[in-house]
């Protein structure tokens, strides 16, 4: 069964950075997308990126483009996000998430992370 | 970017019943969608995939149908631990994987 667990809780300036993480177990880890999604309070769920480590590909939405970025380590089967230029609308609960099918991001997420909150607050 | 659109924002239904949230796409996704459950304070789980496929462990009492830009999840017999809040995903057209805005089922 596969398990994902992301780092705590987080709080931060406006303008600086978050790098939170989702360590995964329980199945093969470079040959999934791993995806994040984040959540605003009280709000829907956004899709912000993915990566699939064995290709070292990644696909970003186009609104996080430009102060995104999604990497993994393979070694300890970790995957992180790590989002700059922080402003207060960008506080929300982070998930990272699987990939159901091998090696492609056109994939329903069927194993979640227990989720991170980020907030940012002067 | 194709939208999601679900509706009705808010459900209200007694124990025992039927009910069918929608969920319309600005442009065909084929069957490429999928149906997720949120209960407060939790992660989102995978409840159907491929427009109509139910995920391991989900009852049979979910279901989901359509195609292009037209989809449904029906629940039947409803219980109360089927209160939450219920997200369709498009993951045909590529980034982003948008979501739709949710609806919230009560159980009264």
């Known amino acids: 069964q596969v398990q994902l667990v992301q780092s705590g809780a987080e709080v931060k300036k406006p303008g600086s950075s978050v790098k939170v993480s989702c360590k995964t177990s329980?199945?093969?880890?470079?040959?999934?997308?791993i995806s994040w999604v984040r959540q605003a309070p009280g709000q829907g769920l956004e899709w912000m990126g993915g990566?699939?480590?064995?290709?070292?590909?990644?696909h970003y939405a186009q609104r996080f483009q430009d102060r995104v970025a999604i990497t993994a380590v393979e070694s300890t089967s970790t995957a992180y996000l790590e989002l700059s230029g922080l402003r207060s609308e960008d506080t929300a609960i982070y998930f990272c998430?699987?990939?159901?099918?091998?090696?492609?991001?056109?994939?329903?997420?069927?194993?979640w992370g227990q989720g991170t909150l980020v907030t940012v607050s002067s | 970017e194709k939208v999601m659109t679900q509706s009705p924002a808010t459900l209200s239904v007694s124990p025992g019943e039927r009910t069918t949230l929608s969920c319309r796409a600005s442009?065909?996704?084929?069957?490429?969608l999928a149906w997720y459950q949120q209960k407060p304070g939790q992660a989102p789980s995978l409840l159907i995939y491929?427009?109509?496929t139910r995920a391991t462990g989900i009852p049979a009492r979910f279901s989901g149908t359509g195609s292009g830009t037209e989809f449904t999840l029906t629940i039947s017999s409803l219980r109360s631990e089927d209160s939450a809040v219920y997200y369709c995903?498009?993951?045909?057209?590529?980034?982003?994987?948008?979501f739709g805005q949710g609806t919230k089922l009560e159980i009264k």
């Open positions: 998430a699987r990939g159901r099918d091998m090696a492609s991001f056109a994939s329903p997420l069927d194993s």
């Open positions: 329980g199945g093969t880890f470079n040959t999934f997308a």
């Open positions: 990566i699939i480590s064995i290709f070292d590909k990644t």
């Open positions: 442009q065909s996704v084929n069957n490429n």
């Open positions: 491929g427009a109509s």
């Open positions: 995903q498009q993951y045909d057209s590529w980034p982003p994987y948008s």
